[in-house]
């Protein structure tokens, strides 16, 4: 068995990890779909998770038979987003994890393919709970010249942790940021959309079914807490 790297700083994924979005994303996907009468795929579900609006919109307009442009349809996504967005909640067991690393002196940090924009959307409910991370990197940050699956996000976000990528561990939901995370030569979790195949997140180094059930002892970060019992 080989020995797992020391463990310094934690990196989150936000989509379908931190917040459920891809429900929101798939409904507005699908509203799409319906405006112009082409049957809504859910297969293309793999192939768009993890990456950006302009690559997502791209594969959806090819994939659905779409008659418009991929920046139309990137417009009409970021406008039902824009709408429907707000009311993403944390996925399980994101917000007890978090603080509870946080608590524990843990730097923690998101890199996610939302831009500027999309990510004020998402973030404005979960203020008080950003604050606990100490950066967030962005697919159009000035730091980051390609998106997943390529490593810029997680290379970014260890330069502004002060970290060595190889004591880093990546949480993610998507092949796409898995690849970049291994890229990044860092250590990865996959918590994958049931939806996907099991065998598209086998690059990561564990497969859980939510963050409820990381133990965080299991890579040398400080144990939960138990709960107290009355």
Request: glycine share 6%; net charge neutral.
């Amino acid at each position: 068995m080989v020995a797992r790297p020391r463990i310094t700083h934690v990196i989150y994924d936000l989509d379908g990890l931190l917040l459920d979005t891809e429900s929101i994303n798939e409904a507005v996907n699908r509203a799409i779909a319906d405006r112009y009468g082409c049957a809504y795929d859910p297969a293309v579900r793999g192939r768009i998770a993890g990456r950006d609006a302009h690559t997502s919109s791209a594969i959806l307009v090819e994939w659905l038979g779409l008659p418009i442009s991929p920046e139309e349809m990137l417009q009409q996504r970021r406008s039902l987003v824009a709408q429907w967005q707000p009311v993403a909640k944390p996925m399980p067991g994101a917000v007890e994890l978090t603080h509870h690393l946080h608590r524990s002196g843990v730097p923690q940090a998101i890199a996610t393919s939302s831009s500027r924009g999309p990510f004020g959307w998402k973030a404005a409910p979960h203020r008080d709970w950003f604050r606990l991370f100490h950066c967030t990197v962005l697919s159009d940050d000035p730091g980051v010249r390609q998106a997943k699956p390529a490593p810029d996000l997680f290379r970014e976000a260890a330069r502004r942790l002060g970290a060595d990528p190889r004591h880093c561990l990546v949480f993610e939901d998507a092949p796409a940021g898995i690849e970049a995370a291994r890229a990044a030569g860092m250590s990865v979790i996959a918590i994958p959309d049931p939806a996907l195949e099991r065998s598209s997140v086998a690059q990561a180094d564990a497969i859980l079914p939510s963050l409820q059930a990381f133990e965080p002892a299991d890579w040398g970060l400080p144990a939960r807490v138990p709960a107290a019992v009355c």
